[in-house]
């Protein structure tokens, strides 16, 4: 497999492993770019590679962290070794800090100041109920003023004009705690978008912590991600992001923007949220534009289950030291599963409520047994509606915080936490062993080979036609 070290190559990596989708016909940036990669995330197909997009001379790249197969050839382990991995990286001893160099590969193509047009840039608009066209795989880059401190953020922008973007920023991200503590809040703050990225820096991105999220990074990779200083702000940059916007935040200067598809599978609201002014667009020879498909698998998969899966493991494992766990991309970071060997007919509940102040986002968590397959929903949903009984085994915690934006939370993420013991209760009937059949290699026994095409993973339903790729 390459070594990977920037977007490049990892899509040789992923092509290599079969994981890579080239689509040669041309789509539309408008809608229907993301119906195909969509599509492809749910028939199981490769993450997509847009070759010919109507209206933009580079290609676009997608779905790159989507699934549990993406994520362990990203992290360069086993799928079995993910939450382990992540938990070595997540550890701030661990941390390898970034390389300062001179020149950086996106240096190649430099517009300034008046010159700018950011509607020129490929900017998709995904879901037919967003606002517009929104930069959501961009990776923003902030130092904070008082201790320089790197920070990596995902926030969405919205294009508003020739050199102006929204920008979403929640009052509990560290760039918004960076710009309020400032002398004078009100003052425009710099930053950089950087676009087409090595998949380790995506996914540190993804995570809250109070290391710079680029040591993560270098500890995935086992070396110092190389930054280089901006253009025109004074930032440390990625020097192998395929594009770079740099920008002032205006904190002052508010425009209303969305809705954009968010994670929990519902269109946000219109928020009155602050601008940036841009001052530069790098980007290098020929480069590859990147998206994240919002309200989608590589959304939820980067923003809830990487980073939050070793947190919610080390809380229930100080109950149960064999404890496995899985927090499905498909309930949108709601929901946890936990697999166990029952010892006890009081310890899945028990091992609920821990899972559930794991972290904030948890409402629903179904506690199973091993023999049911945490990665499958057929088999989770075989275990609830088999080994349930709704007077007994189900408990409620009303009145728990959750989080702001929970489809079922009040306004300040106040709702109602649910826990289901789906486990055997052997001490109630032995009802005796579950009925198995062993996979076998089908092309054996066929005169032709035989494609199969995984069932959806999706609780969303679509009414949308399986779209035809070449």
């Given at each position: 497999m390459p070594k990977i070290s920037d977007l490049r190559t990892y899509i040789l990596a992923l092509e290599e492993a079969g994981q890579l989708a080239r689509i040669k016909t041309q789509v539309q940036l408008t809608h229907e770019l993301a119906d195909v990669a969509a599509?492809?995330?749910?028939?199981?197909?490769?993450?997509?590679?847009?070759?010919?997009?109507?209206?933009?001379?580079?290609?676009i790249f997608s779905s790159g962290v989507a699934n549990q197969k993406r994520a362990a050839l990203a992290l360069g382990c086993n799928e079995d070794e993910i939450i382990d991995f992540m938990e070595r990286v997540l550890d701030p001893n661990h941390g390898i800090q970034p390389v300062q160099v001179k020149t950086a590969v996106w240096q190649a193509n430099t517009t300034t100041n008046a010159a700018i047009d950011i509607g020129k840039l490929p900017i998709p608009t995904h879901s037919r109920g967003d606002g517009g066209a929104f930069i959501t795989g961009g990776v923003i880059i902030s130092q904070d003023p008082i201790t320089g401190r790197g920070n990596l953020s995902y926030n969405r922008m919205l294009r508003m004009g020739p050199r102006t973007f929204g920008f979403n920023v929640n009052e509990w991200r560290h760039v918004r705690q960076f710009m309020e503590s400032r002398a004078e809040p009100n003052a425009p703050f710099p930053i950089a978008i950087a676009i087409?990225?090595?998949?380790?820096?995506?996914?540190?991105?993804?995570?809250?912590?109070?290391?710079?999220?680029?040591?993560?990074?270098?500890?995935?990779r086992g070396t110092g991600i190389e930054v280089c200083r901006g253009v025109t702000v004074d930032v440390d940059i990625p020097a192998t992001a395929e594009i770079v916007i740099e920008g002032f935040v205006h904190p002052g200067v508010k425009k209303l923007e969305g809705p954009l598809a968010e994670f929990h599978g519902y269109h946000g609201e219109l928020w009155e949220s602050?601008?940036?002014?841009?001052?530069?667009?790098?980007?290098?020879?020929?480069?590859?534009?990147?998206?994240?498909?919002?309200?989608?698998?590589?959304?939820v998969y980067i923003g809830n289950v990487l980073p939050r899966e070793p947190l919610l493991r080390r809380f229930v494992r100080h109950l149960n030291k064999d404890a496995n766990v899985h927090i499905p991309p498909y309930a949108n970071g709601f929901a946890a599963i936990i697999q166990i060997k029952r010892d006890n007919p009081g310890q899945p509940k028990n091992l609920a409520m821990a899972a559930m102040t794991a972290h904030i986002n948890i409402r629903n968590v179904i506690v199973v047994d091993e023999d049911i397959n945490i990665y499958d929903p057929a088999d989770v949903l075989w275990a609830v509606t088999n080994?349930?009984?709704w007077s007994q085994d189900v408990f409620q915690v009303p009145n728990a915080q959750g989080h702001e934006m929970d489809p079922v939370a009040d306004?300040?993420?106040?709702?109602?936490?649910?826990?289901?013991d789906a486990t055997y209760k052997r001490e109630r009937r032995e009802y005796g062993s579950r009925v198995s059949y062993p996979m076998v290699d089908l092309n054996v026994y066929l005169n032709s080979p035989l494609t199969i095409v995984p069932a959806t993973l999706t609780s969303r339903s679509s009414s949308a036609g399986m779209v035809k790729m070449s």
């Open positions: 599509t492809l995330v749910r028939s199981g197909g490769g993450a997509p590679l847009f070759e010919n997009v109507a209206g933009s001379a580079w290609p087409g990225l090595d998949p380790a820096i995506m996914i540190s991105a993804g995570v809250r912590t109070e290391a710079d999220e680029l040591t993560i990074a270098g500890a995935i602050p601008t940036v002014e841009v001052t530069a667009v790098n980007h290098r020879d020929n480069p590859i534009y990147q998206t994240i498909i919002p309200g989608w698998y590589e959304h080994r349930v009984d306004m300040r993420g106040i709702a109602t936490k649910l826990g289901i």
